[in-house]
């Protein structure tokens, strides 16, 4: 695939942007998630990082309203 496609494939499917950040975290490689992994775990993961940001952005806004 050219790096052009690449990149673009990457930037607009937020599901294999997020697989490699998982991959990265696990210290895995996105085939071996794929492999390993079922879609039911997989998704839970997304929520759970979906959730740690939502609570990160409330700590940060909570402390610029204390400033």
Same mark, same amino acid.
């Given at each position: 695939m050219? @790096?052009?496609?690449a990149y673009r494939e990457l930037e607009t499917?937020?599901?294999l942007e997020f697989e490699f950040y998982l991959a990265t975290k696990l210290h895995m490689t996105v085939g071996? !998630? @794929?492999h390993q992994m079922?879609? $039911?775990e997989f998704v839970q993961w997304s929520v759970y990082y979906q959730r740690l940001a939502q609570q !990160? $952005?409330?700590e940060q806004l909570k402390a610029g309203e204390r400033k």
């Open positions: 050219p @790096r052009k496609a499917s937020p599901d071996q !998630i @794929r079922t879609q $039911e !990160i $952005e409330l």
